[in-house]
Structure formats: C-alpha cells, structure tokens
C-alpha cells in the first residue's frame, strides 16, 4: 500500500516537472491537430490548450509553459491583445509566444503581430515540419535565456562574495592598523612636547581619524554587514539615512506588506540597484527629496524610487552614448535576464523608476 502511494506522488511530481506547450485557439480542431503534433515530436512535453484569450492569459500565468502558439482571430480578446499583455506580465514577458494565423501571409498583420511581442509568426496551413522547426527555434532561445539569468546569479553572487572579502580585509588589516597608529599618536604626552610637535601630532590625529572613518565607509559600501545580518529592509532603511545625512536630501521610506520573498541574490542585486538609483539622483537630478517605498502585490516585489528633481530622458536607458546612462542601460537588462520589468517615467516635477520582481522563493 505504501509503495502505491510512493509511486503515485513520483507520477505527480514527474509531471508537474514536465515541461509545457500551451494552444490557444477557439477553433477545437485546430487544437486537437495541435495536440497530435506536440505528441508526436515533443513526447516529453505536456500538452495545455486555451479556446480564448482570456483562458490562455490564466493558463500562461498559472502553469508558466515554455512556449505558447498562439491563434489570432478571437472572439474577446484577439491574439494581438493577448500577446501583448502576456509580455507586459513580469510572470509570463520571458515566455516564447509563436503566432500561428491564416494572416500570416499578409506582411502587416506579422508586423502587427511581432510589434505586440511575438518571437515569430507562421501561417496556416502549415506543415508539420515547419511548425515543429520554429518550435526547436523558440525553445532553443527559451534555453539560452535561462542559462543567462543562471549565469546572471552566479556573477552576482560572485561579485558580491569578492566584495565581502575585500570589505573583511579592508576592516581587519587596514581598519585595526589605523585604529591602533590612531591609539599609539593619542597616547603622546602633548604636554611635555614643544608646540610645533604638538600641532603636528594633533594634525596626524585628525587625518588617521578621517581615514579610520572613510575606511569604514567603505567598508559599508562594498558589504554592508547589515544586508546579511538583519535583512533587506534594514538594509535599506540604513542606506537611506546614509544617503539624507551625507547628501542632504531628505529621504522617505514606505513598505508595505513586504514578504520577504526574494532569494539572498535578488535581494543583493535590489539593494545595489537602488544605490545606483540614488547616486544617478545625487548627480544628476537636483532633487531635495527621495522617496522609495516597497510593497508586496499579487506575487511580486515592487519597488520604487521616486525624486523631485529635474528628471531624465528615458531614451538615455536605450541610448547610453547620447550623454551618461550607462547605469541604468545595466539595471535595465539586468532586472530583465531575472524575469523582473524597469519603467522609468520623468517629467519636469521628478523621475519614477520602478522595479517589479516575481517573488522568487
């Protein structure tokens, strides 16, 4: 008996690992020839069909597929709607979208199609041969898109590991030197000195103190050991308050239902993001006042930056070579290769950056 049960759970759990082809057409014959062709060429995949846009939105965002062929003349929601609000949706803006149409042969209706966010486009009737060659297609830039946002976390996770080192040695070697040159001068028995030592060794006092202090900020900022200790949050509370006190510009700081539901490498890339959110502010924008606020919604992380400063061109993002950017072009692919989306909107009263990221955990 138990071994029954054993076996039906690996069953289950075989076929929840399985990867996923979703069908979203409202003609039923259309998807059952669809079915028999995802049987015969991809046996290791499962087969989801959808006979509306609308279904096929709920299906995507529910069973995350690898890949959606996607019918366009629908009724309610056509193919080019659904197309489009799939690729708005930080869920499901990562999945191969293949747009299989009587339209095909008519060259505006592709453009249509592939500006709405389609990989590619095939006309009907197609042969099976070709349906399964784009298939391989966009699955093999599926896989290649994967193996980037590993590789994305791997570095992450590298960077930040060198930077603690270098942040440790920073506070063990050259931090306790300081400290302890700053002791021996402090112990000098001014009052037996002439005046000249004297001003010269309180001179010498003063400098190892700022370099004590800007060797500890440093360390901070390489590895704030708070990030690691107390959390993401924390971490940017503390950010902030360095930020108003070194920059003087007031900082506000709003979280709301914030769920902790980010894995220790996203949360590093956030942390740092919003750094480089607020140095681009410090340099560029003229603003007496920064507001970020971070809040939980429908499983995902919304963080946003907001100032009252002079505001930026967002076509700097895309263009970096016409006048700086160069961080935000970063931040941009970056937060894209983690299924995350990054909107920048300015006007003359401020700039908006905002960030959403799937919880990840």
């Known amino acids: 008996m138990t071994l029954i049960l054993y076996q039906h759970k690996t069953k289950k759990e075989q076929k929840k690992a399985m990867r996923k082809i979703l069908a979203v057409d409202d003609n039923l014959i259309n998807l059952e020839l669809l079915a028999h062709i995802i049987r015969k060429y991809y046996p290791d995949f499962q087969f989801i069909s959808a006979l509306s846009g609308e279904e096929g939105i709920q299906k995507a965002t529910k069973e995350l597929p690898d890949l959606v062929l996607l019918d366009i003349m629908m009724p309610g929601l056509d193919g080019y709607e659904t197309c489009r609000i799939l690729k708005e949706n930080v869920k499901t803006k990562q999945i191969p979208i293949i747009m299989v149409s009587a339209l095909g042969h008519d060259s505006t209706e592709r453009s249509k199609g592939l500006n709405a966010g389609a990989d590619s486009f095939l006309s009907k009737p197609y042969d099976q041969s070709e349906l399964s060659a784009q298939i391989n297609v966009a699955l093999r830039i599926k896989d290649y898109q994967e193996r980037l946002r590993k590789l994305n976390s791997e570095l992450t996770l590298v960077e930040e590991r060198e930077r603690r080192r270098i942040a440790e040695n920073l506070h063990d070697s050259l931090g306790q030197t300081l400290s302890l040159a700053f002791m021996n001068l402090s112990s000098i028995d001014l009052e037996n000195c002439s005046p000249q030592v004297k001003k010269t060794v309180e001179f010498t006092s003063e400098l190892l103190n700022k370099a004590i202090k800007e060797s ?140 959403i990221l799937p919880i990840s955990r």
């Open 216 to 355: 500890r900020e440093l360390t901070y900022d390489l590895s704030p050991p708070i990030l690691y200790e107390l959390g993401f949050i924390p971490a940017v509370r503390w950010k902030l308050d360095q930020f108003e006190k070194n920059h003087q510009i007031k900082t506000v700081f709003n979280v709301k239902n914030y769920q902790n539901g980010q894995t220790k490498e996203n949360e590093i890339f956030l942390y740092r993001t919003i750094g480089e959110l607020l140095t681009n502010i410090n340099k560029h924008a003229k603003a007496s006042k920064v507001e970020v606020s971070v809040e939980t919604n429908n499983h995902a992380d919304i963080i946003v930056v907001e100032d009252n400063g002079i505001g930026i061109n967002p076509e700097k993002i895309k263009t970096p070579s016409s006048g700086g950017g160069f961080g935000l072009l970063s931040i941009s692919e970056r937060i894209d290769s983690i299924n995350g989306s990054f909107k920048i909107h300015s006007t003359t009263k401020g700039t908006r950056a905002e960030i």
